[in-house]
């Protein structure tokens, strides 16, 4: 039987711990969010898209640089909002291509990252201190990987520190959403990589806890426009079927504690083809913002 995932998974993986407060303050058009401090505390968990990944890739998956959104796109994303939409989906770009050999791409995706941070006001994500750990170790996948991760905590926490939640939805929207979009176009025969789905498909609590949060800012002139996405998400998860298993606790090898059962996806040809096409229009919707 299988392990109770949708506990451990996100307690195991999940890293970034952001308090956060919820307000009930009215914003304009052209006002971003003030979060206050007088309503109760919310705990949002997530985990960055180089964990997200990293969780589902299994070792003989071998990345596409073809998959990610190509960098002269950059340019074409004119209002914040998608800005920071696509910040998020180019920061997961950056974590997919930091498991390839393509490292003069990775450098090219690490600028657009740094521009758009700072069309956002993000002054300070990606300083001199980076770019020479990034030189420096420009071979060594596994820190290029670290520094994803830190890129992804780094800007969390300024976003935190300023009260932007509302922008931190956005951005994370955009990470969560190419993150599944490049594990999922990593898969044509499910027969081979059934547990690879699985891991997708459990992703479903990350997001279940995300899309609690930005819930708390819908009235929110950013935050409407990527409802209709976070909405089809939301839909496609739970279109999902799964099965109950009886929870067994025993002690496996090294007398550690097994815990056995629970929730179990059901996994199969059509199942798997639904999320892909569905996390594919969804992508597909946030990368070409710019033609609408």
Known sequence: MKTITHFILVLGFIITLIQCKSDKTNVSDTDELAVSDNDSEIMFLLPSPDEIINEIFMENMKPDPSFVNPVENSVKYIDTRYQAIVLGVYIADFAYLSYT??????????????????????????????????????????????????LYYKLSDLLENTNRNNILALITTGAIVESLYLASMNINNISDF???????????????????????YSSDVYVKSILGELNELKLMFEQLQATNVETKVSRGEGNQLKIEGGTEFIINDEAFKNFKKSITQVRKSIVTYYEK
């Open 101 to 150: 050999d393509e490292t003069h791409i990775e450098i090219e995706y690490l600028k657009v990252i740094r521009d758009l941070s700072e069309k956002i006001n993000l002054f300070g994500l990606i300083d001199e201190s980076v770019l020479n750990r990034i030189q420096a170790n420009i071979i060594n996948g596994d820190s290029l990987q670290s520094i994803s991760q830190e």
């Open 194 to 216: 059934e547990n690879m789905v699985t891991r997708i498909f459990e992703q479903k609590y990350v997001f279940d806890n995300f899309y609690n949060f930005t819930m708390q």
